[in-house]
């Protein structure tokens, strides 16, 4: 029996909550329904988001961070961009680096910038950070985020450079949403006292919100009140729906990538079950119904390494509306995962022939990719044909 007939069979048996791959749900085509047009060249670009606002040229211009530090202002319209000075200072190695950037709800009011970034801890160790700091674009020849500070630190901080997540979303409620690697370390994301592992809910001042599923003053009082979900490995991609939902995209070991919809207090299982296996070779056991753990809506063996994850809101690629659209790393592809309320199912996959690190959408509705490589990555511009 070959691969793919496995494949399927198991597909059948287990049920569409952990989907594998197979021929029909992984479609390589070139006939892609859009073009793609290259805005700028970036040295190692990692995350980008437009700044809210009205009339020209604000809807026009996004910030784009590159993991060695800088921030850019860029206008999409023809590419230019400035560096933004008042960034933070970053450990650069590994994954490490900067981050994300997330405007708040409220840019309009208070240009208010969140970003996430990797620091130095004591002792040759590294931990994510979050903080903010108000855009000042009074001059456009000089911008600057001013006032910048720390409101989030990755505890424990420890050592290696990969695996810190550090994904940024605000929810409908006002809140902030983080993803917090487990840093390869893999075990503290079943440990409720610490933040590996996990995706946290916060204020936006950085303090554990109220109501999150770990903060109750009679539980355990050691807990990580923070915490909204655990058990996961290295979420790379957060974004909500327009019904108010969570979505994730989780990068798994060997095989076993995920699309995850998130939910207060849910054990998603790293590293005690996983559809992937270890690198070495050694087995995880799989998702299975009544296990105790939260299975992921979609998964991918052999790997695709999802990176950031959007939910598509926009008007010009209608019959994506709704839908998760996510940059592959590993598998260099464009990948849009259907989402009908909450249930998901794998659509297209198209190949792009470099690895997308980033997803964002523009005010107009179109859809903008961030390449990643050793040589630097190109800002594209999808439009429908």
């Known amino acids: 029996m070959n691969r793919r007939l496995i494949q399927a069979v198991l597909v059948a048996l287990l049920g569409g909550a952990c989907q594998s791959e197979s021929a029909a749900q992984r479609q390589d085509s070139q006939d892609r329904p859009f073009t793609t047009t290259e805005i700028a060249d970036f040295s190692s670009p990692w995350a980008m988001a437009f700044l809210p606002g009205s009339g020209v040229p604000l809807t026009n211009m996004a910030l784009l961070t590159e993991k060695e530090g800088r921030l850019w ?89 990969a695996h810190f997540s550090h994904r940024i979303a605000f929810g409908p409620d006002g809140l902030l949403y983080l993803s917090s690697g487990e840093r390869q370390k893999m075990t503290p994301a079943q440990d409720l006292t610490n933040d590996l592992g996990k995706v946290l809910r916060l204020t936006p001042e950085g303090q554990p919100a109220e109501g999150n599923p770990f903060n109750d003053p009679r539980a355990d009082t050691n807990r990580d009140t923070a915490i909204w979900s655990f058990g996961h490995r290295n979420v790379l991609g957060l974004s909500f729906a327009p019904d108010g939902r969570l979505w994730a995209s989780e990068m798994g070991p060997k095989g076993g990538d995920e699309v995850n919809l998130i939910l207060p207090g849910k054990n998603y299982g790293w590293p005690r079950v996983s559809n992937g296996s270890h690198y070495d070779g050694r087995d995880i056991p799989d998702h299975k119904p009544g296990d105790g753990y939260e299975a992921p809506k979609v998964w991918w063996n052999p790997s695709v390494s999802p990176g950031a994850l959007m939910i598509y809101t926009g008007n010009k690629f209608p019959a994506w509306k709704g839908d998760a659209l996510i940059g592959a790393l590993s598998g260099e592809a464009f990948i849009r995962v259907d989402i009908d309320g909450d249930k998901a199912s794998k659509a297209e996959e198209w190949p792009m022939n470099a690895r997308i690190r980033a997803v964002d959408q523009g005010p107009d509705g179109s859809v903008y990719l961030l390449e990643d490589g050793p040589s630097g990555g190109r800002l594209l511009r999808l439009d429908p044909k």
Do not use: C
């Open 73 to 161: 202002l860029v206008d999409v319209t023809n590419g230019t961009r400035t560096a933004v000075s008042g960034a933070p200072d970053v450990v650069v190695a590994g994954q490490g680096g900067l981050g994300d950037v997330m405007p708040h709800p409220d840019f309009a009011g208070n240009q208010r910038v969140y970003l996430s970034f990797v620091e130095r801890g004591p002792d040759g160790t590294s931990g994510a950070a979050l903080g903010y700091g108000t855009l000042d674009l009074r001059n456009p020849s000089a911008p600057a985020l001013r006032g910048f500070k720390v409101i989030w630190r990755q505890q424990p901080k420890v050592s290696g450079n």
